[in-house]
């Protein structure tokens, strides 16, 4: 996972816990979480618009072919 080990994410999970305080990790985990989310649900949607448009382009070259 990038090089990182179990002790770099403690130490990492430590600043953070510092930085931020412990209520706020929950927000900040849950912000990232649906940030995540949305962005692979507009790749997967771009993904089939660009299916969708090549598709309906090479339906559309058969047909002024014929």
Known sequence: ???????E?????IILLVIFGA?????????LGK?????KKSLTDTE???KSAT???TE???DSSS
């Open 35 to 39: 940030g995540i989310k949305n962005f």
């Open 9 to 13: 994410l403690i130490i990492i999970l």
């Open 60 to 62: 559309e070259k058969e």
């Open 23 to 31: 209520s706020r990790l929950p927000e900040i985990g849950s912000g």
């Open 48 to 50: 089939k618009e660009l």
């Open 1 to 7: 996972m990038f090089g990182i080990g179990m002790p």
């Open 55 to 57: 598709k309906e382009s």
